[in-house]
């Protein structure tokens, strides 16, 4: 299977997931995976449909499919977090994410769930 027969995947198989779990429908119009300059690399999903109040409600669930998609991509999911859209309840993305250690010492640093106001922190495995 190539990496983009994964991706469509994992895509579908999380968007049906959301769907049930939630009796809503919920849209992942989009899943990359990346590497950035400074050394994260994961996967960011960009979502419709998902809002601030279903990942207070089912984060347990939420925490597990995304843990999951994580795995079947190959991507420690160490840091998973949803972006929200400042000043709406919109989820515009979720994320997993494998620190670079700059960026692992500025969320190591936070507390809570929103260390930001577009950032919510559903899974955080700190380093020893």
Not at 13 to 23: F, Q, Y
Request: hydrophobic letters at 40%.
């Amino acid at each position: 299977m190539t990496i983009t027969e994964i991706l469509a995947n994992n895509r579908g198989d999380l968007e049906t997931k959301l769907r049930n779990l939630l009796a809503k429908p919920v849209f992942i119009i989009e899943m990359d995976v990346f590497a950035l300059p400074c050394g994260c690399k994961g996967i960011t999903i960009n979502t419709r449909g998902l809002q601030y109040d279903d990942l207070e409600i089912f984060e347990e669930y939420i925490n597990e499919y995304l843990k999951t998609t994580s795995e079947n991509l190959e991507i420690e999911p160490s840091f998973l977090f949803a972006r929200v859209v400042p000043g709406t309840a919109e989820i515009a993305s979720l994320n997993s994410r494998v620190l670079c250690n700059r960026c692992y010492m500025d969320f190591a640093r936070g507390t809570g769930k929103r260390p930001r106001p577009d950032i919510y922190i559903l899974y955080f495995t700190r380093r020893d």
